[in-house]
């Protein structure tokens, strides 16, 4: 059963069970020194029928896609990999919380290369009692800066890939916006355009009309933020994907951060710019009731992105 703490019962280690306090790794691990990990962050919703994952063969693709680009062997497949989250869910009798599935190097070796070192997979369950942003409320939003630390340039770190290293860059990030006083951060690329959040991707509003960076800008390729580009088309919202100078941030409408964690989380100043008089606008507003409707399984999926299960016990 879930502990208070975030903890959970059991954690899925290549195709077992094992308890929580057993899925160790050894210091030497490859992983430690190297950061040679590559992760997900899904969640599972409590619905009305019981527990449902978001986007899950999307995100055991992308994690599929990232061992690929980093040469990780990853020996389960994806459709694999969604049954075990499945079974994990189960075990843990939970309908809702966070999940992360991560593959890592846990071979004892020294030195980089390791590619002959054997790589694992673990699939967490979290309970993630507040928002990822607790101090912002549903009915508030975020006061975020832009960051003085850039994105990785291209040929450099693979953006496309979620690996572990990459965050590094982001940690830096997000310990500046909160020791400046801000909720969070945005970051832009190499050559000053604007790139994303810390660890979120990041549209903006201007005259009705939603705005996002485009790949190449060093983001991530979010599973929530092409469920924002889903949903608007579906609402008559038009999304343009384009190069975004810094500047622009201070003369949007609205703004918002999109992603598993964070959700869709309005961004209310900028720079200490207000956006919209301080406040979330109708189109983050109209996007975020519709996402979330979707997700906790209140309206009809018409898109086929939750993965329902049966929970025994339903646990928050």
């Known amino acids: 059963m879930a502990q208070s703490s975030g903890r959970t019962a059991k954690i899925w ?18 992983v430690v020194h190297y950061g040679s990990a590559v992760f997900e962050g899904m969640r599972s919703y409590e619905t009305p029928s019981g527990g449902a994952v978001f986007r899950l063969r999307d995100h055991m ?46 071979g ?28 912002v409320q549903p009915q508030g939003g ?27 860059n982001a940690q830096l990030a997000k310990m500046e916006s909160i020791r400046n006083g801000y909720d969070e951060a945005i ?18 509003v201007r005259d009705g009309v939603l705005f996002t960076s485009p790949i190449a800008a060093g983001i991530l390729h979010g599973i929530t933020r092409d469920s924002v580009n889903r949903i608007a088309a579906d609402l008559g919202i038009p999304v343009k994907e384009m190069v975004i100078p810094r500047e622009m941030l201070y003369v949007v409408d609205e703004a918002f951060f999109c992603g598993t964690a964070v959700e869709v989380t309005p961004v209310v100043s900028i720079d200490k710019h207000k956006l919209g008089g ?38 928050r």
């Open 61 to 106: 693709r992308r994690l599929q896609d990232s061992c690929n680009i980093y040469e990780l062997p990853l020996k389960w497949s994806v459709d694999e990999l969604c049954a075990a989250t499945v079974e994990t869910l189960i075990a843990n009798e939970l309908a809702e919380c966070y999940l992360r599935p991560i593959v890592i190097r846990t």
């Open 142 to 168: 975020a006061n975020v800066c832009v960051s003085t630390w850039r994105r990785a340039a291209p040929n450099t770190f693979p953006a496309m890939a979620k690996a572990s290293g990459n965050y590094l």
């Open 187 to 204: 970051m832009l690329d190499i050559d000053g355009h604007v790139a994303e959040g810390s660890g979120q991707n990041l549209f903006i």
């Open 278 to 315: 301080g406040k979330p606008g109708p189109i983050t507003t109209k996007i975020r009731d519709r996402f979330m409707e979707i997700a906790r399984g209140r309206v009809p999926d018409p898109y086929g992105w939750l993965t329902s299960f049966p929970v025994a016990a339903a646990t």
């Open 13 to 30: 280690r290549d195709g077992e069970l094992v308890d929580w306090a057993d899925a160790n790794i050894h210091v030497l691990s490859h």
């Open 108 to 135: 004892e070796q020294m030195g980089i290369y390791a590619q002959n070192d054997p790589a694992e997979t673990f699939i967490i369950c979290w309970n993630w009692g507040k928002s990822y942003l607790p101090h």
